[in-house]
């Protein structure tokens, strides 16, 4: 770094911390170039890596025997475990070097155990960090993550923490009695770090909690997972606000004022939070609900804050803003119960037995499997009306599980139907026209045969 462009109220401070830098180089290289105990214990750490990879190579097929054995296991744990397997040398080798500095310590001069002990601390540390590293999804945030904290970790093995935190306290802008420095925006965005991947996992340790507890209703259960979503990752925010120095009574006339404007460019979406507010306090659409909304029919996946996820018969998944479900009309096929009545219209020839027809489409429809049979839910057949070419009936049945679908089964009604009129003689008419050829007149005739 040129020093020329750092700042006269800086040069102290970057003097110090090069000089800091220098001085632990020197002694490294003092470490490795002077005959003495250095050079023992920089061969004992190359010894202990090479006997924890042997150990590796001779033990790694039976860790992995026994960890398949563990079927009974949580996932959670799972997961450790296979990440420790994936790190079986570095494990070997943190047992091992922590294990020899202990002992060296109790028997021999603590400088004699130094390196070792730099180096068991930095190797503990790395094994840490990727197993916490873990829990950051992001593949960007975890790689941020885990050198962040490699190089803290080294910092501090090598003691060499103060110096830069000095350092970088020295970085600030300072606006009145506010003053943001480096240090304080690292700390703010390491504790925002860890209280936003805290708050991802206490949200949902609680969705599981409350999915699982069957005495509370699934719009209640969706309810109370987004408001202790909305509380744990508020107070992130208030947090990172107060960590990087800002006062929060000093921004609340800002942020009514930006709240205001906020407000008249996504009314769309604050009426659909609302609405999803509404939805779930009512609980007229739950998750597992069939309804039909316009051209779509399917059921309830998921409910959102800004959004309900409706799944098809056909595989697809229809994200439907809250709003249109609380202004249009939405056919809840399931809101009271579960049991669905569906109507078929067919007719039959004048010449057929009415009653044998009833009997005989009552019969064939509670042989279809889905229909239900028995009760208030017994299905029935009336004669509607006498039509030009056919009696016409309805035949009405009752099934409770409407996720499987509707088509399907009215497709099976009518095969039914039409294999059991076809035992029985009764035949399904159709309309059929005919056209009667009339004689020509007189005077035709006389013109056709000139």
Known sequence: ?????????????????????????????????????????????????????????????????????????????????????????????????????????????????????????????????????????????????????????????LNLTDDVAEFLDGVAISIGDLHISALGILKAILLIGILLTLARLGTR???????????????????????????????????????LGFDLTGIALLSGAIGVGIGFGLQKVVSNLISGIIILMDRSIKPGDVISLGDTFGWINALGARYVSVVTRDGREYLIPNEDLITNQVVNWSHSDKFVRLDLDFGTSYDDDPHLVR??????????????????HE??????????????????????????????IRGNVYLALWDAFKDEGISIPFPQREVRLLPDSAEQQQIAKE
């Open 1 to 157: 770094m040129n020093q020329d462009l750092i700042p006269g109220s800086l040069s102290d401070l970057y003097d110090n911390m090069v000089a800091g830098f220098s001085v632990q180089f020197e002694n490294l290289v003092e470490l490795v170039v002077t005959p003495g105990w250095r050079q023992h214990q920089l061969v004992m750490i190359l010894v202990l890596w090479a006997l924890a990879f042997g150990l590796k190579l001779v033990t790694q097929s039976r860790w992995e025997a026994w960890a398949r054995a563990r079927t009974g296991w949580p996932k959670w744990r799972l997961r450790i475990l296979v990440q420790l397997m994936q790190r079986l040398t570095l494990v070997y080798f943190v047992l091992m070097s922590w294990a020899l500095y202990l002992l060296m310590q109790q028997i021999t001069w603590p400088s004699r155990s130094y390196i070792i002990g730099v180096v068991a601390t930095l190797a503990l540390a790395w094994l840490a960090i990727a197993l916490v590293a873990r829990l950051v999804r992001n593949r960007t945030l975890r790689r941020i993550f885990k050198w962040a904290m490699w190089v803290y970790a080294t910092l501090v093995a």
């Open 205 to 243: 340790a609680a969705e599981r909690g409350l999915m699982n507890n069957d005495d509370i209703t699934p719009s209640m259960q969706v309810l109370l997972a987004k408001g202790i979503q909305v509380l744990l990752y508020g107070a992130v925010f208030l947090v990172g606000i107060r960590t």
């Open 359 to 376: 009997a005989t489409a009552i019969r064939a429809v509670k042989a279809v499997k889905r229909v239900l049979s028995g009760g208030s």
């Open 379 to 408: 299905p029935v057949c009336h004669i509607t009306g006498f039509g030009d070419s056919s009696v016409d009936y309805v035949l009405r049945f009752w099934i409770s599980d409407p996720t499987k679908g509707l088509t399907n």
